[in-house]
């Protein structure tokens, strides 16, 4: 089976197959997928992470050691941003401080969950189902998170969904769950 470089080393250089899927299914479906300069740079990050992603549910795999920080601060910048229009305190500055404090606090929480929850290696999150959730989880970060459009959002989902997907066939493990 690959090990950690040829898995990211295969989304590095593989990622204009997935720009070219992206761009058929957008000329010859009609799928909404708008491919702008920054949809295809965070569609590559996405991608590339996306191609040894699956490995996160291996305690000495480099991603399940990088993953946990990156879920907990996405939890936590998601817990700030739900309730920083919530917090109302006086004097104000305390708003920003509070509102991270709570994020703060979620982040912790999710960095000990992820390792509570972590199925066993090449389980559940060797399929298929974890592909289109990252794709999902993708698309809804962009969209939501960083505020582009529904299209840019759609062509980052699909690119996360291809690069998790080419590290299952890689692993020669490709399943539905």
Request: glycine share 12%; no cysteine; charged share 10%.
């Given at each position: 089976m690959p090990n950690y470089d040829a898995h990211v080393l295969s989304g590095i250089v593989t990622y204009p197959l997935a720009v070219l899927?992206?761009?058929?299914?957008?000329?010859?479906?009609k799928l909404p997928l708008e491919p702008?300069?920054?949809?295809?740079?965070i569609?590559?990050?996405f991608y590339v992470l996306g191609s040894d992603l699956p490995d996160m549910d291996h305690p000495d795999a480099l991603i399940h050691r990088g993953t946990k920080p990156i879920v907990s601060v996405?939890?936590?910048?998601?817990?700030?941003l739900w309730n920083r229009e919530l917090i109302n305190l006086n004097p104000a500055w305390l708003n920003p401080v509070v509102s991270w404090t709570l994020g703060a606090i979620a982040g912790l929480i999710a960095w000990y969950l992820f390792t509570a929850i972590m199925p066993r290696h090449r389980g559940i999150v060797h399929s298929l189902l974890f592909a289109g959730i990252y794709g999902l989880l993708s698309f809804l970060l962009v969209e939501y998170g960083l505020r582009l459009s529904t299209g840019e959002g759609l062509f980052v989902g699909l690119s996360a969904f291809l690069g998790y997907t080419l590290h299952l066939i890689l692993d020669h493990s490709v399943k539905l769950v």
């Open positions: 899927i992206g761009e058929l299914l957008r000329v010859y479906a702008t300069a920054m949809a295809l740079v569609g590559y990050a996405t939890v936590g910048s998601a817990v700030f």
